[in-house]
């Protein structure tokens, strides 16, 4: 896969690599600063609130960000995404106090605090978006850095001197919202205006539509990994809850790679489908899952010295896990090639295809995890997670292969259209 990278190739995924793994560094950072400082309890009511959030993010982002990559004939524009993100934001800004105040009252001031500065960080995702589909990595590469800095700066300042958990997270909205009104400023600099009102109405009601279907799937993507943490906090508690949520941390670092790759390739993707080329596709796409798949083994690296690393990454309480751990990498391997197979639909525009199979994967976790966790606790939780995730792959592969099958390579496609037939 890095063979293949060259040029401008490379580059963007340098720059998309850095600045996601800062921004992945930083969240670790700060979950490892609250469990030095506030305890793993901390770290479990942190985890737990970021259960609830994480889905509702995901949902009303509306999977914007991919479609306006992948809408390479720009037929609605930055305009019409950018409306429909704001639209999507303050429903969930909304809904994410309304939980905090009426379920969640001894600690609504974390809901808020996580809630805003996801608020803004939706906002600065889809300026990304604009970037990333101008193939200008570099430029979202660079912003993720400057936020990640700012996170870890300010949030090591706030535990430092703050001794309420929840003041101190103040800090992350605040790092949030600086980085939101630099990335305004390099939109003006890059397109010459900050004109990206649309007033539309057929088109934003297209577009809320559509993005309300696909933004179902996300919900379910992003509730799959949470399942297990809500299970966990209702029969073991909060301590076990935030030593599996430690643990799970790495993975979501260690998505940093994946990431970096998926985001790179998802444009050569979409236009390679879009001309017909059904044999550079297809080429990319075994590139990147042999890549992700060494990726994802090189973690088992780590469980032989987990004794000696985890206690210094966090504290006393994560050691003697190896079993434990070993089940939560083996997940994470599907759950890395998942990532990459959920690509290579988003390349296919098969949007809406998304929500039956994540549908059936959210029932089959809770299936899973009312059965594993309610016996075996945090183990019955990493099983759960191993289970769901090779479920996952499975569930994938099965609408990539027919829609592949329609898929006609070049030739055909130059006598006849459409290349692919649409979800």
């Given at each position: 896969m890095i063979k293949a990278l060259k040029g401008s190739s490379f580059k963007n995924y340098s720059y998309s690599f850095v600045g996601n793994f800062?921004?992945?560094?930083?969240?670790?950072?700060?979950?490892?600063?609250?469990?030095?400082?506030?305890?793993?309890?901390?770290?479990?009511?942190?985890?737990?609130?970021?259960?609830?959030?994480?889905?509702?993010?995901?949902?009303f982002t509306f999977q914007l960000r991919n479609m306006h990559v992948s809408d390479q004939e720009d037929q609605y524009g930055l305009p019409v995404m950018f409306t429909t993100r704001i639209i999507g934001d303050a429903l969930f800004l909304l809904i994410v106090i309304f939980i905090g105040l009426f379920f969640y009252q001894s600690s609504v001031?974390?809901?808020?605090?996580?809630?805003v500065a996801k608020f803004f960080e939706m906002i600065s995702d889809i300026i990304h978006a604009e970037f990333q589909k101008q193939k200008k990595h570099f430029i979202y590469g660079r912003r993720l850095t400057v936020r990640s800095i700012l996170s870890i700066a300010l949030a090591a300042?706030?535990?430092?001197?703050?001794?309420?958990?929840?003041?101190?997270?103040?800090?992350?909205?605040?790092?949030?919202?600086?980085?939101?009104?630099?990335?305004?400023?390099?939109?003006?600099?890059?397109?010459?205006?900050?004109?990206?009102?649309?007033?539309?109405?057929?088109?934003?009601?297209?577009?809320l539509i559509t993005g309300g279907i696909t933004g179902l799937s996300l919900l379910l993507v992003y509730l799959l990994p949470n399942i297990?943490?809500?299970?966990?906090?209702?029969?073991?508690?909060?301590?076990?809850?935030?030593?599996?949520?430690?643990?799970?941390?790495?993975?979501?670092?260690s998505r940093i790679f994946i990431q970096s790759i998926v985001q790179n390739s998802l444009p050569s993707l979409a236009a390679y489908l879009s001309k017909g080329e059904k044999g550079k596709f297809?080429?990319?796409?075994?590139?990147?899952?042999?890549?992700?798949?060494?990726?994802?083994?090189?973690?088992?690296?780590?469980?032989p010295i987990s004794d000696f690393v985890f206690p210094l990454l966090y504290n006393k309480d994560f050691t003697g896990n190896k079993t434990?751990?070993?089940?939560?990498?083996?997940?994470?391997?599907?759950?890395?090639?998942?990532?990459?197979?959920?690509?290579?639909?988003?390349?296919?525009?098969?949007?809406?295809?998304?929500?039956?199979v994540y549908l059936a994967l959210v029932l089959f976790c809770l299936g899973c995890g009312y059965l594993l966790i309610s016996r075996s606790g945090v183990e019955g939780a990493a099983y759960t997670f191993l289970l769901t995730s090779i479920m996952q792959c499975i569930l994938l592969l099965i609408p990539i292969y027919f829609g592949l099958k329609r898929t006609r390579p070049v030739k055909e496609a130059a006598i006849k259209e459409p290349v692919l037939v649409e979800q």
């Open positions: 800062l921004s992945s560094f930083s969240q670790w950072v700060i979950f490892s600063l609250i469990a030095k400082k506030y305890g793993t309890g901390s770290m479990g009511v942190f985890s737990l609130a970021q259960a609830w959030i994480l889905p509702l993010f995901a949902f001031g974390i809901f808020v605090s996580l809630g300042l706030s535990f430092q001197f703050i001794q309420s958990f929840e003041l101190a997270l103040l800090s992350l909205p605040l790092a949030y919202f600086i980085s939101l009104v630099m990335d305004f400023y390099y939109l003006k600099k890059e397109i010459g205006h900050l004109d990206i009102f649309s007033g539309n109405k057929t088109l934003l009601r297209q577009m297990p943490r809500f299970l966990l906090e209702k029969y073991a508690g909060s301590h076990e809850l935030g030593l599996f949520a430690g643990y799970f941390y790495l993975i979501i670092f297809m080429r990319l796409v075994r590139k990147e899952l042999l890549f992700v798949l060494v990726l994802g083994l090189m973690q088992f690296i780590l469980v434990l751990l070993t089940i939560i990498f083996a997940g994470s391997v599907f759950s890395f090639l998942a990532f990459s197979l959920n690509n290579v639909l988003n390349a296919m525009k098969y949007f809406r295809m998304q929500f039956p």
